[in-house]
C-alpha cells in the first residue's frame, strides 16, 4: 500500500494567516491526490482533486500543488470557518490511502 | 444526497449490513465508496464498487470480511460486514467518485455516516 504522511499533525494560525500543510507519498502518484476539509462531527469535504484541481463551490484562498510524491495544500488568509482538520488522499492505486490528518487550530 | 442506515452495536464474529440511499444524483452512472473514521481517528477506505457493480475492491484489513454491493434500480449501495471485530468500531460513510463510469477514486459527496460498535 501506499503510505501517505502528512505534516504538520497540527499548527495554530490566526485569522489572515497563510497556512501551508504537506503530503509526502511512498511511491509516485504523478497527480493523483486529493484533499479534504472535516469539520468537528461533519463530513469530510472535496477541496482539491488531482493535486491542484479545485473542487466546485471551494474558495479560491485554497489551493494545491505538487506531484510525485511531494504535495501542498496553502490556505491564503485564513477565515475562520477554516480552522478544521485536513487530510490528503491517494487516488492513484488500491488501497487507496488517507494521510493522518493536520489540525488548523486558532492561535 | 447520500443516507446510511444499518449501524449498530454488534458482538464480536457478527454480521451487519450497512445501507446507503442516493438521491438528487443518477446513482447509476457513479462508482461508490465506503469509508470509516474509529472515534476520535483519521480516515480509512474500506471498500469500492464500479457504476455498474462489475468491479469490486477492498482495503487488506475488510477483505474477506465485507462484501460491497448495489441496487441501480433502488438507488442503493450496500455494505455486508461478516466476522467484525472490535477494531472495526467506527463510523462508516458512503461517498460517490467524482467520475462516472470509471472510478476515478476523488470523493466529491459524502454521507453523515452511521455508527458501529462492535462490542461484547
Known amino acids: 500500500d501506499i503510505q501517505m504522511t502528512q505534516s504538520p499533525s497540527s499548527v495554530s494560525a490566526s485569522v489572515g494567516d497563510r497556512v501551508t500543510i504537506t503530503c509526502r507519498a511512498s511511491?509516485?502518484?504523478?497527480?493523483?491526490l486529493a484533499w479534504y476539509q472535516q469539520k468537528p462531527g461533519k463530513a469530510p469535504e472535496l477541496l482539491i482533486f488531482?493535486?491542484?484541481s479545485l473542487h466546485s463551490g471551494v474558495p479560491s484562498r485554497f489551493s494545491g500543488s505538487g506531484s510525485g510524491t511531494d504535495f501542498t495544500l496553502t490556505i491564503n488568509s485564513l477565515q475562520p470557518e477554516d480552522f478544521a482538520t485536513y487530510y490528503c488522499q491517494q487516488a492513484k492505486s488500491f488501497s487507496l490511502t488517507f494521510g493522518g490528518g493536520t489540525k488548523v487550530e486558532i492561535k | 444526497q447520500l443516507v446510511e442506515s444499518g449501524g449498530g452495536v454488534v458482538q464480536p464474529g457478527r454480521s451487519l449490513r450497512l445501507s446507503c440511499a442516493a438521491s438528487?444524483?443518477?446513482?447509476?452512472?457513479?462508482?461508490m465508496h465506503w469509508v470509516r473514521q474509529a472515534p476520535g481517528k483519521g480516515l480509512e477506505w474500506v471498500a469500492a464498487?464500479?457504476?455498474?457493480?462489475?468491479?469490486?475492491y477492498y482495503a487488506d484489513s475488510v477483505k474477506g470480511r465485507f462484501t460491497i454491493s448495489r441496487d441501480n434500480s433502488k438507488n442503493t449501495l450496500y455494505v455486508q460486514m461478516n466476522s467484525l471485530r472490535a477494531e472495526d468500531t467506527a463510523v462508516y460513510s458512503c461517498a460517490k467518485d467524482i467520475s462516472g463510469s470509471t472510478l476515478d477514486n476523488y470523493f466529491d459527496y459524502w454521507g453523515q455516516g452511521t455508527l458501529v460498535t462492535v462490542s461484547s
Open positions: 464498487i464500479s457504476y455498474d457493480g462489475s468491479k469490486k
Open positions: 438528487g444524483f443518477s446513482f447509476r452512472l457513479y462508482g
Open positions: 511511491q509516485g502518484l504523478a497527480g493523483w
Open positions: 488531482a493535486a491542484s
